[in-house]
């Protein structure tokens, strides 16, 4: 098949080949150095299935911890600006609807979409949280989404935030121009400090956009 041109089945049989070999030179190093004890079988294992990929290291869970806390900071600013929205404007038309959904889905080819402009390959496997701030103007919805998610084929300690504004069925239009990076090296309270910042930055981004629409 290779030979005809198509060489995906080759590149397969490769990719296995090394994997093979490279579980029996971690297999072997481990057992080079017999453990001499209980912990030392429990750190021998532990960094076999590291470099096997099977688990990943604690300090890149902080990362998802982190994630989860500023998240919590999103949904509350969120249910903010819907709050202020409604009492400012809902109260005084019934065509304008405002609400926060914490728990909104977002579509893997609208992250595929963000991913090509913003150029960073989305994981959603590994973590993925998504929060929306939805607007109602005369039955057309609109909304800013902000979503959490890790990146790259495997979890490597990164987790990051895409905030961006659609219209109905349209297209996504991110709100800045980079993802917010949440690394496992920075503690919760440095993250929140740069995301309040950039997180404003976006809604006051995301509000002028759903204004041009009610023109």
Known sequence: MADRGNLWHLVR???????????????????????????????????????????????????????????????????????????????????????????????ADELRQLAEKLQYHPNTNDYHQTFAAMFTASGVESRIVVSFHSVGKAFRGLVVAVCYFQVGDGPPAPLSGDVFRIGYQETATEVSKRYDKWLDDCLIKGLAEWRRTLV
């Open 13 to 107: 049989l490769f990719a296995q080949v090394r994997k093979r070999a490279l579980t029996k030179a971690i297999g072997a190093a481990v057992d080079v150095k017999p453990a001499a004890s209980v912990e030392e079988a429990v750190a021998a294992t532990r960094d076999m299935l590291l470099d096997l990929g099977r688990i990943v290291p604690a300090q890149y869970l902080i990362a998802k911890d982190i994630a989860g806390a500023v998240g919590n900071r999103a949904l509350s600013k969120l249910n903010d600006v819907t709050s202020a929205l409604a009492g400012e404007i809902a109260l005084g038309n019934s065509a304008f609807a405002f609400e926060t959904k914490p728990l909104f889905y977002a579509p």
